[in-house]
């Protein structure tokens, strides 16, 4: 697509890995990127990474962004990237949320998550994130 991001809204998929069944702050975040002039694409419950590495690619989206609580982030978090870039999608940003303990942030990074959020990080800093992190070129 030839599109540049000025000419329409930031897409974002919002996704949950894993067979955590919890969505409430995924829809919060869902419903805040909307208000910020943000195209949202919400996966639903219980997606697997390959699931969630095609719906970016079938939508087109300009950041990928996961909410995990599951405690399964070490495993499918970095699993999410490589499949995302075995499908061409590596310049996408990722970013995650949800229970993620500080200790494993580092080692999400360097598999390729481009930000981690906890609870309570104000609504603003991931706007601000993803507006920061999205390619202008996709």
Wanted: glycine share 10%; aromatic share 2%; hydrophobic share 45%.
């Amino acid at each position: 697509m030839t599109t540049s991001t000025q000419s329409r809204p930031l897409r974002i998929l919002i996704a949950k890995p894993g067979l955590d069944g919890h969505d409430r702050g995924a829809k919060v975040i869902a419903r805040a990127l909307r208000d910020a002039g943000m195209e949202v694409i919400y996966t639903g419950l219980r997606q697997t990474p390959e699931m969630i590495a095609e719906a970016a690619l079938q939508e087109d989206v300009d950041a990928v962004g996961l909410s995990i609580l599951s405690g399964a982030h070490k495993s499918l978090l970095p699993r999410i990237v490589q499949v995302m870039r075995e499908r061409g999608l590596g310049d996408v940003p990722v970013f995650a949320g949800g229970i993620i303990p500080n200790e494993d942030v580092a080692d999400l990074k360097s598999a390729g998550i481009a930000g981690v959020f906890g609870p309570g990080t104000p609504i603003a800093d991931i706007v601000s994130f993803i507006r920061e992190h999205t390619p202008a070129h996709h």
